[in-house]
């Protein structure tokens, strides 16, 4: 992911490395450039203009540091302007003051929810806490048998409706909600949690192809319900320049507090991911970059504009 973007910016700043001062002409072709590797990596429009404008005018108010050379400079400037769209700082994940914390995830069906939750789990149990996964996400036949089994993966106990309602199987919960009620059940998920003093509540919900209205207020009623310390927003940072429109579509539905970007394995321009952040207002808090329980990382914007720039 960004290889294609983290190439063309090298490039750019190779091209600078040979100039002594940097004209204001240098700097306009500079920033073309800049804008051009970016709207190619799927970044979206308002936020590569928004973007360019503050590297432009910041290069060109020269805020000169007697130990860097104009390109260092301007490379610099690029790099803080990239943490920024990404969120500027690390955003921990917010405990409850007072156990469980519930986490809820939101997201396109396909986006990688699921596989997270198992993920989050591990990484959450290998600290000390005592997660449970809640099968909010009736919508699909196997939904709940594929959490049943990242759970079984990731050595955590799943809360699902009838059939097999627990994992705990000498323990079937008699008070198992309907199949059919996912605000039920994650609500009834949460309180087996407290029940059972489990500390953090992870409970995924059903995802549509598309955006759509029901999805939207399925999602909205289970984040009333169970009044969440944080709803992950989970996207597919392959969708390209559709992660903007969806990103949008989930804060204004369910108003998430922080992105997950999955599949950052992949080899898609990326761009788009990098722009969710910065049009939703909402940070980017983890990154999921495969398949396996551990391909999972806490996303540090620094990092990553490191990354992108090295
Ligand atoms: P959900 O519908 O949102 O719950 O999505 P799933 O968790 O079922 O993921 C959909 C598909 O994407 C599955 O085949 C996962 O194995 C795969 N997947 C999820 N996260 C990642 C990731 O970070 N990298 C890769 N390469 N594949 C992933």
Redesign the pocket.
């Known amino acids: 992911m960004f290889n294609s973007l983290s190439d063309r910016l090298t490039s750019t700043f190779k091209n600078l490395r040979t100039r002594g001062r940097l004209s204001e002409a240098d700097i306009d072709a500079t920033v073309r450039e800049i804008r051009r590797a970016l709207l190619d990596a799927d970044v979206a429009v308002p936020v590569v203009r928004e973007f360019t404008g503050a590297v432009r005018e910041r290069a060109l108010s020269s805020e000169v540091s007697g130990a860097l050379n104009p390109a260092q400079q301007v490379v610099k400037i690029v790099n803080e302007e990239l943490v920024g769209i990404l969120g500027g700082a690390t955003r921990p994940l917010t405990l409850a003051k007072t156990p469980p914390t519930v986490i809820m995830l939101a997201?396109?069906?396909?986006?990688?929810?699921?596989?997270?939750a198992g993920k989050l789990a591990h990484a959450l149990k290998g600290q000390g806490h005592t997660p449970v996964l809640v099968a909010a996400?009736l919508q699909r036949p196997n939904?709940v048998t594929?959490l049943s089994v990242v759970a079984e993966r990731a050595g955590v106990p799943v809360f699902a409706p009838h059939p097999g309602n627990t994992s705990e199987a000498d323990d079937p919960a008699a008070d198992a909600p309907l199949i059919g009620d996912p605000v039920g059940v994650a609500r009834d998920g949460v309180a087996y949690a407290k029940e059972r003093q489990h500390d953090v509540v992870i409970v995924?919900t059903a995802?549509r192809l598309g955006i759509d209205e029901v999805l939207m207020q399925q999602a909205s009623d289970i984040r009333a319900a169970v009044n969440p310390d944080e709803v992950l927003f989970?996207i597919d940072a392959m969708i390209g320049q559709d992660a903007v429109n969806t990103a949008k579509a989930f804060a204004d539905g369910v108003d998430f507090t922080g992105v997950v970007l999955?599949?950052?394995?992949?080899d898609a321009r990326g761009g788009a991911a990098l722009s969710v952040a910065k049009v939703t207002g909402r940070p980017i808090m983890f990154a999921?970059?495969?398949?396996k329980l551990t391909?999972f990382e806490v996303f540090h914007p620094d990092r990553m504009a490191s990354r992108i720039l090295d």
Do not use: F, P, R
């Not at 997201?107 to 997270?116: I, P, R, V, Y």
């Not at 999955?262 to 992949?266: E, F, N, P, R, T």
């Open positions: 997201g396109l069906q396909g986006a990688g929810k699921t596989t997270l996400d939904a594929q995924d995802g989970v999955s599949k950052l394995d992949g999921s970059t495969g398949e391909d």
